[in-house]
């Protein structure tokens, strides 16, 4: 049906000609409009059509004599479009309340505390620190040092863009190495010289040359890095206090807090060697190794989204420890975490969580649970039994 005879049907209802089948159809359209529309007629608008309803329903009731079988199918459908009218503005208007409540409710109630975002520091040779720019995503390393948009950061004939800005003034040649370090409710990205990839996790350090050598490529990290090696005939290394990763060409991801004694590394593609002082152990994808202290190493199989949703932005917790959970969100929230009672650490939580949704997202599903609640005193978060 197009527009034209769209018109002359609408014309039909309101001279009172139309045919039940008519009617239906129009009611049809009507309903389908109202479904694709954001806002709804205003009450006025509402009103007018009612009494333009009742009128076609009185006109059809009044002119049908005897006949009021022959016409009841039509004003009956009169009825039954303006009763949509009413309920359909009535829904409409219950659903605006409460979501103007709910912003209202949001909008006074408990302190929230933000998500992490991109905020690193790099270091060069000459302790020379530069802060990143918030507002790029990583940087690459090539004949200088750029952001991924191009812009620089330093340039290989001396000029330091970000850095002239705080006082710097870089002389000389590149510094050999570099250190990204992140802080908590930090994260950066890098592309190293060779075309790997670094997603730096919060609160974490990692050191690497500006130009790998012919023989090997070795990264330094502390904290939690999820890498993309680019595939060379040099071995890739990633180096740790506990141990270290040696691949060829692979994805994976390494977290070695030293705050929690354990180096875990998860594989996602390709084949890896991961070395302690005590024992290697080969791994294919789908597999997690975990190290302690004393050099022992643990291999089981994993779905690697537990480990590597933070790279994709979410959080996969499965039966995991409310303490480790806790520990993880803490970096990257930048919040302080107490236990008001000491059982609450060890309950086990299933879900997902949103990265860059506030902390409170998550702390009303843990409230549900009905073993937990909380309370946020400025960047200090409270946990205790329900």
Same mark, same amino acid.
């Given at each position: 049906?197009?527009?034209?005879?769209? +018109?002359?049907?609408?014309?039909?209802?309101?001279? &009172?000609?139309?045919?039940?089948?008519?009617?239906?159809?129009?009611?049809?359209?009507?309903?389908?409009?109202?479904?694709? !529309?954001?806002?709804?007629?205003?009450?006025?608008?509402?009103?007018?059509?009612?009494?333009?309803?009742? =009128?076609?329903?009185?006109?059809?009731? *009044?002119?049908?004599?005897?006949?009021?079988? !022959?016409?009841?199918?039509?004003?009956?459908?009169?009825?039954?479009?303006?009763?949509?009218?009413?309920?359909?503005? &009535?829904?409409?208007?219950?659903?605006?309340?409460?979501?103007?409540?709910?912003?209202?409710?949001?909008?006074?109630?408990?302190?929230?505390?933000?998500?992490?975002?991109? !905020? *690193?520091?790099?270091?060069?040779?000459?302790?020379?620190?530069?802060?990143?720019?918030?507002?790029?995503?990583?940087?690459?390393?090539?004949?200088?040092?750029?952001?991924?948009?191009?812009?620089?950061?330093?340039?290989?004939?001396?000029?330091?863009?970000?850095?002239?800005?705080?006082?710097?003034?870089?002389?000389?040649?590149?510094?050999?190495?570099?250190?990204?370090?992140?802080?908590?409710?930090?994260?950066?990205?890098?592309?190293?010289?060779?075309?790997?990839?670094?997603?730096?996790?919060?609160?974490?350090?990692?050191?690497?040359?500006?130009?790998?050598?012919?023989?090997?490529?070795?990264?330094?990290?502390?904290?939690?890095?999820?890498?993309?090696?680019?595939?060379?005939?040099?071995?890739?290394?990633?180096?740790?206090?506990?141990?270290?990763?040696?691949?060829?060409?692979?994805?994976?991801?390494?977290?070695?807090?030293?705050?929690?004694?354990?180096? +875990?590394?998860?594989?996602?593609?390709?084949?890896?060697?991961?070395?302690?002082? !005590?024992?290697?152990?080969?791994?294919?994808?789908?597999? %997690? *190794?975990?190290?302690?202290?004393?050099?022992?190493?643990?291999?089981?199989?994993?779905?690697?989204?537990?480990?590597?949703?933070?790279?994709?932005?979410?959080?996969?917790?499965?039966?995991?420890? %409310?303490?480790?959970?806790?520990?993880?969100?803490?970096?990257?929230?930048?919040?302080?975490?107490?236990?008001?009672?000491?059982?609450?650490?060890?309950?086990?939580?299933?879900?997902?969580?949103?990265?860059?949704?506030?902390?409170? *997202?998550?702390?009303?599903?843990?409230?549900?649970?009905?073993?937990?609640?909380?309370?946020?005193?400025?960047? =200090?978060?409270? %946990?205790?039994?329900?």
């Amino acid at each position: 049906m197009d527009k034209k005879e769209a +018109q002359a049907l609408y014309q039909k209802y309101v001279n &009172g000609t139309c045919s039940p089948e008519e009617i239906a159809l129009l009611e049809i359209a009507f309903l389908h409009y109202l479904r694709g !529309r954001k806002d709804m007629p205003s009450e006025r608008q509402i009103q007018d059509a009612g009494r333009q309803m009742k =009128q076609v329903i009185y006109n059809h009731v *009044a002119q049908s004599d005897g006949g009021r079988k !022959r016409h009841w199918y039509r004003w009956a459908a009169a009825a039954v479009l303006v009763l949509a009218l009413g309920v359909g503005y &009535g829904l409409w208007k219950i659903e605006e309340r409460r979501q103007a409540g709910n912003m209202i409710a949001q909008s006074s109630a408990e302190p929230d505390i933000s998500p992490g975002g991109k !905020r *690193a520091t790099l270091t060069l040779e000459d302790g020379q620190t530069i802060e990143l720019s918030a507002d790029q995503t990583g940087i690459v390393i090539d004949d200088g040092i750029t952001y991924t948009d191009g812009s620089d950061v330093v340039n290989a004939g001396n000029t330091d863009v970000d850095s002239a800005k705080q006082g710097f003034h870089f002389q000389g040649a590149m510094a050999s190495h570099l250190v990204l370090q992140t802080p908590k409710g930090g994260e950066y990205h890098v592309i190293l010289q060779d075309g790997t990839e670094i997603w730096l996790n919060a609160e974490s350090t990692l050191r690497y040359p500006l130009e790998f050598d012919r023989k090997d490529r070795v990264v330094q990290l502390s904290g939690e890095a999820y890498f993309e090696v680019d595939h060379d005939e040099r071995p890739f290394a990633v180096v740790t206090d506990l141990g270290e990763v040696n691949v060829y060409g692979t994805a994976f991801n390494v977290k070695a807090y030293p705050d929690e004694y354990l180096v +875990q590394t998860t594989l996602v593609t390709g084949k890896v060697a991961f070395a302690t002082m !005590r024992m290697t152990v080969m791994m294919n994808p789908g597999e %997690l *190794a975990v190290a302690d202290a004393s050099g022992h190493v643990e291999k089981r199989k994993t779905d690697p989204n537990r480990q590597i949703g933070w790279r994709n932005g979410r959080y996969v917790f499965r039966e995991r420890r %409310l303490e480790d959970i806790m520990r993880e969100l803490a970096r990257w929230y930048d919040v302080e975490v107490y236990y008001q009672d000491e059982h609450v650490k060890d309950i086990a939580f299933t879900g997902d969580l949103l990265r860059y949704d506030s902390i409170t *997202a998550f702390l009303r599903l843990l409230q549900r649970t009905g073993e937990v609640s909380y309370r946020i005193e400025g960047m =200090q978060l409270i %946990l205790f039994s329900k």
